[in-house]
């Protein structure tokens, strides 16, 4: 069996993949690499159990799998508070805040509603690095000690940790939002409850997409992965702006008055030059990922300010934050890490301070994502390709000569999903058509190669 961990966490197809007996084995390992009975809890005011938190998203199947994880967490010896339908940036916050040894949060993203995941927070918030993955993997399935009597860990209800969150993300604004007028795509995700309360407690005039979940609706023709419906809403009742975020509410995108797409990038954009003349963004210097625009390169630098790019995925972006000193950075999807206030990226945060320098600026949003010009950029998805022959000659040799036909003015890049069974390939060039055409040839050559 492969590395069951990928980008961002265990995913699957629940009750396929992502089993019961899965979730629970993991919160067991998780337990036994992460939980520490000798830690002091600030929360308590004790040394005794760790403590873990759990959260989830609306999906069905996140049900049983969180009973799973809660079993295998208390069975272990871990104190169990159930947080309820969450985003994920709410689940590291309060793994943080309520001093919790570990925090446990159940959602597939951006992903259709039979997929799930389990993600694992370290004490103080934060994602877990590669090692730490690789030895709960290598956990699984150990024989242990059972706590029995007062050693099981006890589990109960903390779901008013909602409105610890939200005060939170409010705390963290420079000033009230009194007047905007807002639409919101929860995308029938984690956030159909607090992103539409905190928006409204921050002084905006708030319209709600996507905040019905059934269970098996999350994402589903809505939310940053959708945003045709958002468009029409904001134009049919006349909103400053539009965000949508993804099904746990961990990253966002927006969308003008005018209907137009603002990305993570010009998000970043937007967000970075506000810090940077507060004085706010730490040594000058954004982080982002090989995926941002070449727009993006250019607006930065174009403010003198400083970019470091890493992999894909957000904490690779955190990693390098943690090292450097750095306090913001992000993805092209809409992940914004602003480690003054979070320890992920965290869709409603980001939100909150893009609407902040709308209503401080008295500018519109388009004319904040001006600051950037996008460069035409073009992502084609092979499905079903063996993910390892990424880095195959004949497909390399392809990259290199598109590379030296588009010069300085272009690039490619191809990167295998760490989440799906695909291979993702991109390419950036003066125009569209240029782009599109090279990336189709190289998506060709991909499911030529990687077959």
Not at 193 to 214: C, F, W
Not at 291 to 309: D, H, P, Q, T, Y
């Amino acid at each position: 069996m492969g590395r069951l961990f990928g980008t961002d966490g265990v995913r699957g197809v629940a009750g396929r993949d992502l089993t019961a007996e899965l979730a629970m084995d993991l919160s067991v390992a998780a337990a036994h690499v992460l939980g520490d009975a000798g830690a002091f809890h600030a929360s308590v005011g004790r040394r005794g159990r760790p403590i873990a938190v759990v959260g989830r998203d609306p999906r069905a199947s996140g049900e049983f799998l969180e009973a799973s994880v809660v079993a295998g967490l208390a069975s272990s010896g871990v104190d169990v508070l159930r947080l309820g339908v969450l985003p994920t940036p709410a689940v590291a916050y309060l793994t943080s805040a309520l001093g919790a040894d570990l925090g446990v949060m159940l959602s597939a993203s951006h992903n259709p509603a039979p997929d799930n995941g389990v993600k694992f927070f370290t004490r103080g918030g934060y994602k877990l690095p590669d090692a730490v993955e690789n030895e709960i993997e290598q956990r699984l399935g150990e024989k242990w000690d059972r706590p029995v009597g007062p050693s099981v860990g006890r589990v109960r209800e903390a779901y008013g940790e909602a409105d610890r969150y939200v005060s939170h993300l409010l705390a963290t604004l420079p000033h009230r939002l009194d007047g905007l007028r807002v639409v919101v795509d929860c995308a029938h995700g984690a956030a159909h409850m607090v992103a539409p309360e905190a928006l409204l407690r921050s002084g905006a005039v708030v319209e709600t997409i996507g905040a019905n979940p059934d269970g098996l609706n999350i994402n589903e023709g809505v939310g940053s992965t959708h945003l045709g419906p958002l468009k029409e809403a904001v134009a049919e009742r006349g909103a400053d702006l539009g965000v949508a975020y993804d099904g746990d509410a961990d990253r966002c995108l927006a969308v003008t008055a005018d209907g137009d797409e603002v990305d993570g990038d010009q998000i970043m954009t937007i967000l970075a030059l506000a810090m940077h003349a507060d004085g706010r963004l730490a040594e000058d210097t954004v982080v982002a990922t090989v995926m941002s625009n070449l727009g993006f390169k250019i607006a930065i630098r174009n403010a003198g300010l400083n970019m470091v790019e890493t992999a894909v995925g957000d904490r690779y972006v955190l990693e390098a934050m943690k090292e450097h000193g750095y306090n913001f950075g992000g993805e092209q999807s809409g992940h914004v890490i602003m480690l003054d206030h979070a320890t992920t990226g965290d869709g409603l945060l980001t939100s909150l301070h893009l609407m902040a320098e709308v209503a401080r600026s008295k500018r519109s949003l388009a004319d904040l994502a001006s600051a950037m010009t996008k460069l035409p950029q073009v992502l084609v998805n092979v499905r079903d390709v063996t993910k390892a022959k990424a880095s195959a000659p004949e497909l390399l040799a392809a990259v290199a000569k598109a590379e030296a036909d588009l010069g300085d003015s272009g690039r490619v890049l191809i990167r295998p999903s760490g989440t799906e069974p695909m291979i993702r390939v991109m390419v950036e060039a003066e125009s569209h058509d240029q782009a599109s055409s090279v990336a189709h040839y190289l998506a060709d050559v991909v499911r030529t190669v990687c077959a």
